[in-house]
């Protein structure tokens, strides 16, 4: 966790501790544990993938930034309780884990960036630069496979991403590669979700031209969908759920 700004050095609102900002919930349900928590997140699936690339595929994705996914290590399983209770500390305004009035945790994009090596750019994933119209979209994925019925992005992504690609291939190849990396790592590790199909994926326009992909704020992107997920785990509690589903990069927190 930091103690720095945010991406663009800008100083953080929360710097002094403010009791009277912290989320009741994060009172109210300090003694209450979380519903049994189940999740999608794979590191074992993305690694194993991942080691099958040969220096050439390595390249590339190292081009597009997310050269620090290369060195995930291999875990086989996560302690989805562990991560449920550190979500449930999560206090959503402050983006800090709060153990107590005096132990607060602050964290902020850039410490995505340290922790996977993604891009910390200055484009808003799902702001006006990430704006992309449905036929390109639909262009997307006819080019890398995905149209296919019953066929969900993250498995067309691995599929795109095992294929043979070497200097002599089209750039459009070299393309659909990197852009399927990003969706594969995306849906298993920075921002699962409940699902892997094509309607959940809200950063086609980010992905539209790989020359720009550095140029996206991925840190600020994951970090959001974190604290959404932060907000969910926080409703199945009040709501006193059996169970329920970890979204998000929590190996993160």
Known sequence: ?????????SAAAWDAPQDDILE???????????????SRISVRKAVEVIQTFDD???????EIGFGGMLK??????????????????VCVERRAIVLSETKVLKFFAEDIHKVFGIPCGHWNVKGRDGFIKP???TFIKRTRGMDRTGVHSLRAAEEFLMRDISEASSKIEKDCFQIAFVIF??????APRTKHDYGTIDYWGALANTENITQYNWCEFVLEFLLEAVRRLKNDMMANNHSTNLVGCHLFL
Request: glycine share 6%; net charge neutral.
């Open 135 to 137: 036929e390109a979209v």
């Open 1 to 9: 966790m930091s103690d720095a700004g945010s991406c663009d050095g």
């Open 24 to 38: 009741q919930p994060v009172h109210a349900m300090e003694e209450q544990a979380p519903p049994a928590p189940t």
């Open 56 to 62: 050439y595929k390595r390249w590339l994705i190292t």
């Open 185 to 190: 790592v995306m849906g298993h590790v920075l």
């Open 72 to 89: 995930l290590p291999m875990l086989q399983k996560l302690n989805l309780k562990f991560s449920a209770w550190t979500m449930s500390k």
